[in-house]
């Protein structure tokens, strides 16, 4: 079964230091990869995704996600950190063959002003 | 203004009650899922619908019931069967559900208390 590992719960940065956060998923097969964004009180929305193509996708707000699929990867980056950045963050897998979306337990990114 | 809605955006249930949350969307979508959050475990997904007139369960399906009797709703029931059931309760969509290279867009969500 698929599965989605996001390796860091609580993430807390100053703002314009830089951000990555990491998303290992398994599958074995071709997948499609999200990036998904709530900020507080708000939506869950598409931040990036990567269909096919230029591993480096880039989303809205300035964040970046890389597909390295040799090392079953997918990490969200930011070069520079903004207080409106604090969200939780969730990486999600869906497999070629099947209508799952799997989401990784998320992390909760807080940006101090 | 195309979109997800659901409502109510906070439900309260009381012991052995049945509740129904709504969801409807207007994206001209075939496909409907319902989601669970719970903090530190993600989104969890409980039933979805391809088509209109069928569905399938997720992986947390017990205790919850749904219907898709018209293509721009999927109403979730959450049954008396369901022992824990406080939780934030997310619907979404999307253009095709056996399609690959598909994009799920979400509603509000809906936080259910037990009181």
Sequence with gaps: AQSVSQHNHHVILSEAA??????????????????YVQYPGQHLQLLL????????????K????????????????????????????????KGEYGNKLVFGAGTILRVKS | DGGITQSPKYLFRKEGQNVTLSCEQNLNHDAMYWYRQDPG?????????????DFQKGD??????????????????????QKNPTAFYLCASSR????????????PGTRLLVL
């Design chain 1, 18 to 35: 830089s951000l990555e956060l990491g998303c290992n998923y398994s599958y074995g097969g071709t997948v499609n990869l999200f990036w």
């Design chain 1, 49 to 60: 995704k990567y269909f096919s193509g230029d591993p480096l996708v880039k989303g809205i």
């Design chain 1, 62 to 93: 300035g964040f970046e996600a890389e597909f390295i699929k040799s090392k079953f990867s997918f990490n969200l980056r930011k070069p520079s950190v903004q207080w409106s950045d604090t969200a939780e963050y969730f990486c999600a897998v």
């Design chain 2, 41 to 53: 475990q993600g989104l969890r997904l409980i039933y979805y619908s391809q088509i209109v007139n």
């Design chain 2, 60 to 81: 947390i399906a017990e205790g919850y019931s749904v219907s898709r009797e018209k293509k721009e709703s999927f109403p979730l029931t959450v049954t008396s069967a």
């Design chain 2, 96 to 107: 095709q559900g056996w399609g690959y290279q598909e994009t799920q867009y979400f509603g």
